[in-house]
């Protein structure tokens, strides 16, 4: 009796663990493993192409950032040297506004003015009004 007790018993153990193995070969996890074995070539794949994007961002961000600085160079120069025409302009108004000051100074006429000049009535009569009867 007991031998046929351990028997059964042993059967069921094979077919218990039958059962088992054959939920292994179907279970997520072992589908997980198969499935992650054949990934690895495109995970690859996906991490060079990956990297090769990084680079030429970076290589973009670095010529954007050069761009930048170069508008900004060429932004100062232009106003400096605007200034600079500025200044000049400023100057040699000012030689102007002398020159007439100095001619309405000897009591030449605003039409002697003109014509020595050439500056038209209008603008001698402004500038006689704005920057010298101040």
Do not use: C, P
Not at 24 to 38: C, I, P, R, V
Not at 51 to 62: D, G, N, R, S
Not at 93 to 100: G, H, P, Q
């Amino acid at each position: 009796m007991e031998s046929i007790i351990l028997f059964i018993i042993g059967i069921l153990l094979i077919v218990f663990n039958a059962k088992s193995i054959f939920k292994e070969k179907n279970s997520f996890q072992n589908k997980l493993n198969e499935s992650s074995g054949s990934i690895k070539d495109f995970d690859v794949e996906i991490g060079n192409l990956r990297h090769e994007f990084a680079e030429t961002i970076f290589e973009l961000q670095k010529q954007i950032e050069k761009n930048d600085n170069e508008v900004k160079d060429n932004y100062n120069m232009e106003k400096s040297e605007s200034s600079e025409e500025i200044s000049k302009f400023e100057n040699y108004n000012n030689v102007k506004i002398d020159e007439i000051k100095e001619m309405l100074d000897d009591n030449m006429s605003i039409d002697e003015i003109s014509e020595s000049t050439g500056i038209g009535k209008g603008e001698l009569l402004l500038i006689e009004e704005l920057y010298i009867k101040q």
